[in-house]
């Protein structure tokens, strides 16, 4: 599980790097990366940008079917309502992430982790800056 969140971790810092929201998400089934992503919404002006949405479809086409009741998706926060709604539709079998999301409704079918290491720590700091220069800006 450590591995996976390593890697979902490498990714939301490829999103911080683009001014996005460090959100990383990695896709696994039967113990194998089929897909991995970050958020993109500001470099592709889409809403849909969400790197737990662009894991999916990259699973999707990667396992040609829509439904990935085999997979277990790895993100480094808490799914939002929308990602929750497609996570549901696309019949993925477990969600893991790292740190709660405050700003949504109480999900109660996804586990919060307990994976704590120093890329833990390194991203908890990426993702209070990414909000402090956020707030900053308003």
Same mark, same amino acid.
């Given at each position: /599980?450590? #591995?996976?969140?390593?890697? @979902?971790?490498? #990714? $939301?810092?490829? $999103?911080?790097?683009?001014? #996005?929201?460090?959100?990383?998400?990695? /896709?696994?089934? !039967?113990?194998?990366?089929?897909?991995?992503?970050? !958020? !993109?919404? %500001?470099?592709?002006?889409?809403?849909?940008?969400? $790197?737990?949405?662009?894991?999916?479809?990259?699973?999707?086409?990667?396992?040609? +079917?829509?439904?990935?009741?085999?997979?277990?998706?790895?993100? *480094?926060?808490?799914?939002? +309502?929308?990602? $929750?709604?497609?996570?549901?539709?696309?019949?993925?079998? +477990?969600?893991?992430?790292?740190?709660?999301? !405050?700003?949504?409704? @109480?999900?109660?079918?996804?586990? =919060?982790?307990?994976?704590?290491? %120093? =890329?833990?720590?390194?991203? %908890?700091? /990426?993702?209070?800056?990414?909000?402090?220069?956020?707030?900053?800006? *308003?």
């Amino acid at each position: /599980m450590t #591995e996976y969140f390593n890697i @979902a971790i490498k #990714e $939301a810092k490829k $999103a911080y790097k683009a001014n #996005e929201i460090p959100v990383g998400a990695v /896709m696994v089934s !039967n113990n194998k990366i089929i897909a991995k992503a970050h !958020n !993109n919404r %500001q470099k592709k002006y889409s809403v849909l940008g969400h $790197a737990e949405i662009i894991a999916i479809t990259k699973a999707e086409k990667k396992s040609k +079917d829509w439904r990935l009741d085999n997979c277990v998706l790895y993100v *480094t926060l808490e799914p939002c +309502d929308m990602c $929750a709604t497609i996570i549901k539709e696309s019949r993925i079998k +477990d969600v893991y992430y790292l740190i709660k999301n !405050n700003s949504n409704s @109480a999900n109660n079918s996804f586990v =919060q982790t307990n994976v704590h290491n %120093q =890329q833990y720590e390194e991203y %908890q700091k /990426m993702l209070k800056n990414f909000f402090d220069k956020l707030r900053n800006k *308003t």
